[in-house]
């Protein structure tokens, strides 16, 4: 589905959701039922934020050259502690 824009003389601009293609060149208008004029603009793009835009491109570049790791990366794990119940328990 596609949304095309038309223009009503007396009412004003209304939008109308149709099958790609089947756009009439004048349309019925909703509120007042009289003949709307078909008006070409601009498709309504939006910009896509720059760490958005970032991960698509890592994501893609991946795809195509992912990157070859030889072994497990250092970490630093942090320190186990013991379980609070183990605390209560009788000592030897």
């Known amino acids: ?7 009503c003389s007396r009412c004003g601009p209304f939008d109308v959701k149709l099958a790609i293609g089947t756009a009439p060149a004048a ?4 509120h007042c039922a009289g ?11 939006r910009l896509t934020p720059h760490s958005v835009a970032a991960l698509h491109q890592q994501e893609e570049q991946s795809r195509d050259a992912p990157a070859v ?9 942090p ?3 013991p379980h609070p119940a183990l605390s209560r328990l009788p000592r030897p």
Do not use: Q
Not at 1 to 7: C, D, P, R, V
Not at 35 to 45: D, M, Q
């Open 1 to 7: 589905m596609a949304t095309y824009e038309f223009l």
């Open 79 to 81: 320190p186990r502690r």
């Open 69 to 77: 790791v030889s072994e497990v990366p250092p970490g630093r794990r």
């Open 35 to 45: 003949s709307a004029r078909r008006v070409y603009s601009s498709p309504g793009l």
């Open 27 to 30: 349309y019925g208008c909703p």
